[in-house]
Each structure stands twice: as structure tokens, then as C-alpha cells.
T-cell receptor
């Protein structure tokens, strides 16, 4: 079984709809991240969380919100989706030990906003 | 600011050819450097890393050396295989930072032909 899972894997929605992307992990990590990937732009950080009570904005948080329901779950919401939020979204996790912790990525969610 | 610049792709090679993907960085402080690989339809996986100047990261026949004097971390492999076809991301993390945030390059698509 995958250590970091994302649901759904693919989603097509319409402008103005509310969308939630979910991430779960079985690695026991306390840190979780949401990124979006766009062609030619690489990955950009949306939000990150160091534990259940800690939520931080990344470089492109506008139009997004997150919820850390438990150590193992971190959800990303688009309150009112718009077409330029069409992208591939990745969840990642890492532990808190050391200074160069590896981040483990989920398989991604491909979101299309029409 | 902190940033990572990668050579643009796609890079198309024949099997057993030599591979170089260039990566340079700009950073305040002393970053750790990473190469991640994304196979088709999957999330990113850590390929190799280096945490200080002159370190060489290696894995699966790939190598990269942390060159502080040229602020570079070029990825090399002596003989590529079709199974190496993927997108490769160079990334940095600032040493001593509390966030463990990764800054990614834009990615380089490698296509290896039989």
C-alpha cells in the first residue's frame, strides 16, 4: 500500500464550485505539505503544516484553504474554483528530525476547472 | 531571493548515451541540494541529495556534485536506459531553516529512446 495517498486522482469541475482534495499518510510523519505543479513552473508550495495545530501559508495560498484533521490527514480546499487553478496537485510529508529531511510525495491529483 | 534554474527540456537521448542535466542555484545561506524524479503518472521521488559543498550524491547510476564555487548541482549518468525516461527536478532547502520548505526548479523532461 502507498504511504501517501491522495483522493481523488482526477477531478473535473466548473468555475465557482467548491472542491476538496484529500491527503492521507501512513508514514507517521508530523509535517505535511500541499504543492501545485504547472508546466514550466515546477512545483510551488501552497500550504504546509508542522502538526495538527500548526498551519502556514506557502508562496501561493490565495484562493486555497487547508484543514489538518489529524496527524495523518491534510485536506486542501478551493472555495470557489477558477480556471487558473487547473493544475496537478501534490501532497507531501516529512518527519521533523534532522536538517534535510526527505519529503515523500503522493501520486498527485489532476484538477481541471472549466 | 532563493531560486533554482534548470536547463529546459525536453532532453532526448538514445539508450546508453551520457546524460547531463544542468542545475544552478541562488541562495542566501547554505542550502542542501536535491534531485527528485517524477515517473509518468506518479509523484516525485527523491533521487539523490548533497548537504554541503563538495559532497557527491549518487543513486541508481546517477550522480551530482555540490559545487559551491559555481553554485551548481548538475545531474549526470554515464549510460541512460529507457526506464530513466521521466521528469527531473532540482531543488534546494536552506540549511538551518525551520520550515523544511523545498524550492524547486521547473523540471527537465528526459526521453530515452531504444
Amino acid at each position: 500500500d502507498a504511504d501517501v495517498t491522495q483522493t481523488p486522482r482526477n477531478r473535473i469541475t466548473k468555475t465557482g464550485k467548491r472542491i476538496m482534495l484529500e491527503c492521507s499518510q501512513t508514514k507517521g510523519h508530523d509535517r505535511m505539505y500541499w504543492y501545485r505543479q504547472d508546466p514550466g513552473l515546477g512545483l510551488r508550495l501552497i500550504y504546509y503544516s508542522f502538526d495538527v495545530k500548526d498551519i502556514n501559508k506557502g508562496e501561493i495560498s490565495d484562493g486555497y484553504s487547508v484543514s489538518r484533521q489529524a496527524q495523518a490527514k491534510f485536506s486542501l480546499s478551493l472555495e470557489s474554483a477558477i480556471p487558473n487553478q487547473t493544475a496537478l496537485y501534490f501532497c507531501a510529508t516529512s518527519d521533523s528530525g534532522g536538517n534535510y529531511n526527505e519529503q515523500f510525495f503522493g501520486p498527485g491529483t489532476r484538477l481541471t476547472v472549466l | 531571493g532563493n531560486s533554482v534554474t534548470q536547463m529546459e527540456g525536453p532532453v532526448t537521448l538514445s539508450e546508453e548515451a551520457f546524460l547531463t542535466i544542468n542545475c544552478t542555484y541562488t541562495a542566501t545561506g547554505y542550502p542542501s541540494l536535491f534531485w527528485y524524479v517524477q515517473y509518468p503518472g506518479e509523484g516525485l521521488q527523491l533521487l539523490l541529495k548533497a548537504t554541503k559543498a563538495d559532497d557527491k550524491g549518487s543513486n541508481k547510476g546517477f550522480e551530482a556534485t555540490y559545487r559551491k564555487e559555481t553554485t551548481s548541482f548538475h545531474l549526470e549518468k554515464g549510460s541512460v536506459q529507457v526506464s530513466d525516461s521521466a521528469v527531473y527536478f532540482c531543488a534546494l532547502r536552506l540549511y538551518g531553516g525551520a520550515t523544511n520548505k523545498l524550492i524547486f526548479g521547473t523540471g527537465t523532461l528526459l526521453a530515452v529512446q531504444p
